[in-house]
């Protein structure tokens, strides 16, 4: 037979059938090559068996335990049943969905945080010493794209340090997905309205001018971005995100044709439909991702 490399750990700790190990018997006795291999992975059996034997074992109900929770929690078809968040206010399902939110913020990458800061900082300030009756262009301007950057650096495909961990849990790609995008865009909706409260309080404008220069843009922008950067990738997302804030930033002037203009304009405008387009975007992206295959988006979020 062919050097039985891949049965000698199997063969140490003697975990293959008895015809097998006949057959890697056999081959041991002629090969001086296997043997020597043989032998690590028997010092290896024994390095491992002396730390479990450290350890106390696990009582003997825990086995039942584990089987009947599993059983618990699988469905009539056998798979697990993803929690629904419809237990009322207090109820273990709702602990679980502020538990699945808070761990969140510490597989978000710090630089995220930070990048958002540092432009909606700075936008705010330059929003303040414009002209009068600029400030809403200002903000209109940056909060979107703050929210796209961030929306695509913290949801896009394969940016889940703990992807092998969610995909082994019973956390659904929906639940895990859906706190994702609330957190970062919740903490960057709660900043946007911080700086505009700031700048109505300095009268660099109205309060609700501030507000509904950014919020209907702001919505397009992350739906956008979240949606090309969870089902393809984040390069893409931010992409078409960066194409369309420069296609804003070139509207009115003569860089552009006029029907690009009247295109572009009506996107930057707070209004029922464009929130309502933003909001089934992220919604259908939301119930599309667990039915895709692994391979085009499901891999940073699990099952």
């Known amino acids: 037979m062919t050097h039985p490399s891949d049965l000698l750990a199997a063969y140490a700790a003697d975990t293959i059938s008895a015809d097998r190990a006949d057959s890697v018997a056999r081959h041991l006795a002629e090969c001086s090559g296997c043997t020597a291999e043989l032998a690590a992975w028997r010092r290896v059996a024994d390095a491992v068996g002396d730390r479990v034997a450290a350890f106390a074992a696990p009582p003997a109900r825990l086995r039942d335990t584990l ?23 207090g109820g273990a399902a709702w602990r679980r969905a502020v538990r699945i939110l808070a761990a969140q913020r510490r597989l ?8 958002a800061a540092v432009v909606l900082a700075v936008g705010a300030a330059v929003a303040g010493w414009s002209p009068p009756g600029t400030s809403e ?24 340090p703990a992807d092998e961990l969610v995909a082994a849990s019973l956390t659904g790609v929906r639940a895990v997905l859906l706190a994702r995008l609330t957190l970062v865009l919740g903490a960057i909706l709660g900043a946007a309205s911080v700086a505009s409260l700031g700048l109505a309080w300095v009268d660099a404008g109205a309060p609700l001018g ?3 220069a950014w ?3 702001m ?23 960066m194409a369309l804030w420069v296609l804003r930033l070139l509207a009115g002037g003569n860089a552009l044709d006029g029907t690009v203009d009247r295109l572009v304009e009506p996107l930057w405008r707070t209004s029922g439909p464009l929130l309502l387009t933003a909001a089934l975007l992220m919604a259908g992206t939301v119930l599309l991702l667990p039915h895709l295959p692994a391979a085009v988006g499901r891999r940073a979020y699990g099952r």
């Open 137 to 160: 262009q200002v903000l209109a301007i940056v909060v979107p794209l703050v929210a796209a950057l961030g929306v695509a650096g913290a949801c896009g495909n394969g940016t889940d």
């Open 215 to 217: 919020l209907g843009p």
């Open 210 to 212: 501030l507000f509904a």
């Open 108 to 115: 978000v990458d710090r630089r995220t945080w930070l990048v």
């Open 219 to 241: 919505a397009l922008l992350s739906a956008v971005s979240f949606a090309l950067s969870v089902l393809w990738r984040p390069a893409v997302g931010i992409g078409v995100a």
């Open 67 to 89: 089987l009947a929770r599993l059983a618990s929690v699988r469905g009539a078809a056998g798979a697990p049943v993803v929690p629904r968040y419809a237990a009322p206010l």
